[in-house]
């Protein structure tokens, strides 16, 4: 060998927030689903080491919860030493080199994490999170020992360190669990303290940060640090996640410091794999090492990079098209378990006193809006102490996803009796998560305004039916703000059409707003629960949008729904007199779309009775008011 430099092309594979998904099922839909499952990811693994000599696999966190399947495994009895954890098998199988934890790995305590990290046959690391005796809750690093091969097959043996980070905010989200056993420290300090070290005895500095990409100032404590952690000396590549999106892309194309196209944070090669197994990230280095005996001592560099992102499907219209069969071993590891949850979903998770349905959503009537506002506010009013919120009133919106919108098939309708997780899917369909935004009175005010798009105005003249709302009207764009009492006044137009634009600024629907029968003023302030969709401005509602967020929560509103269930004994979610049509002088009839089914409960519902049959499988309604 002469004055040749040497030259190892390492390749980096990552999966992030699997959340439970080894097999590609949809568990809430009882389905096949192409989007989602490490059993597809596996096959992209397989083909990604097929075509390099040198690989190494590592996974950034929340694996263990986020499906039935992981409810499942954590109730009591279900987890044995003897088989282990199935996530844990499926990635043993897999041949990972490293992993780290996310934030949804406490969400069943500290000995279920205990109990399913002690099966795993690659290290775990974390280094922000310290026992209560001072300790390191996990090793922070590890360094890993491997023979690669150079471009011309001679082997060399690399130190390869790496760090684990998550998110610091554990201990807001599982306070409970966590307070007085762990605390958790910033991502960026303890990278400081840590990666000197690690880069003095190794070739190779990666570091598995469970956090998404921000470019806010920093301040300290960051959820979303990976882009600040760039800025920690010593880091040749960084695994980032916690945000289930897709690096790079365009996601963060509006960020300083961030190159969406190459892949870089500050510079630092970064990938993100999104989440469920929808992704496999990729970063390939070129290593090069100077060929001078003498600089025998650490002395590879990146000389280039590139990185990748591989999807499991490729969406065409509505259908997502696989791009990635499931492999079946992977698949066969985890069915035991995988079947044993089908059937757990079977069964009672609690009771309703009450039957819950949304035939008459649209008419303020309507217990499963008030049993996921119960769910919400419960969930989220221990979350507010950290937000320095806690004394404002807190308000809870939700919308109908299932008022009949699609079809006479797309209603609610369990009876009362116990409920099962497909009726907790049904009652929530959508994954979003929980948020929590501060709006003034004046926007509370705009919020129920723009919610009111979905009526039709009425004419308090006709007697004869009127139609309430368009046929398919978007029902998920009609929040009910529970804590609220207010009347609605469909004699006026709406002030808002139907995609959020403020049309006649001379109208209002909304009358009599108030908050514990005190009138809303303009400049009250209010914490409004509700989902991120809605928060982050779908629908163009006033009031959401970033700069109203107090509460990215880390939650599922299903889950949060779930819960609640699981943790009272009943639950009676009679629908809350939030707001009712003020009655127009003359009598009206207000006409609207149900079922045959909906006759069954019309003496929940004074004033609604029968009118005929519609078209599309609808039988026709009418609310009398006056
Ligand atoms: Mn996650
Ligand atoms: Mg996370």
Redesign the pocket.
Known sequence: MSGRASRVRLRLLETS?LHMFVHDYDYYQDRQDNTVGLAKVATLIAAARAEAANTLLFDN??IIQGNPLGDYMALSGHLSAARGHPMIRAMNRLGYDAATI???EFNYGLEFLDAVLGGAAFPFVCANIETAAGASFLPPTTVLERDLVDEDGTVHRLRIGVIGLV?PQIMIWDKARLEGRITAGDIVDAAARHVPALRQGCDLVLALC?AGISDAPRRGGEENAALHLAAVPGIDAIFA??AHRVFPGPDYAALAGVDCARGTLGGVPAVMPGFWGSHLGMIDLMLERDAAPAAAMSAWRVADFHVEVRPIYRRAGRDALPLAAADPAVLADVTPEHQATLRWMEQPVGRSTVPINTFFSLLGNDAALTLVNDAQAWYARPLLAATGHADLPLLSAASPFKAGGAGPDSFVDIPAGPLDMKDMANLYMFANTICALKVSGIELHEWLERSCAVFNQIDPADPSPQELAAPRAASYLFDTIAGLTYEIDLSQPARYDRDGVLVRPDARRIVALAHQGRAVLPQDSFIVVTNNYRADGGGAFPGTGGGHLVLQA?DLNRDVIVRYVMQHPEVTPVPAPIWRFRLLGRQVTLAFNGTAETERHLSRQPGVTRLGDGTGGFIRYGLRLG
């Open positions: 927030d966190g929340d996310g934030n949804h998110t469970h996640g916690h880390p």
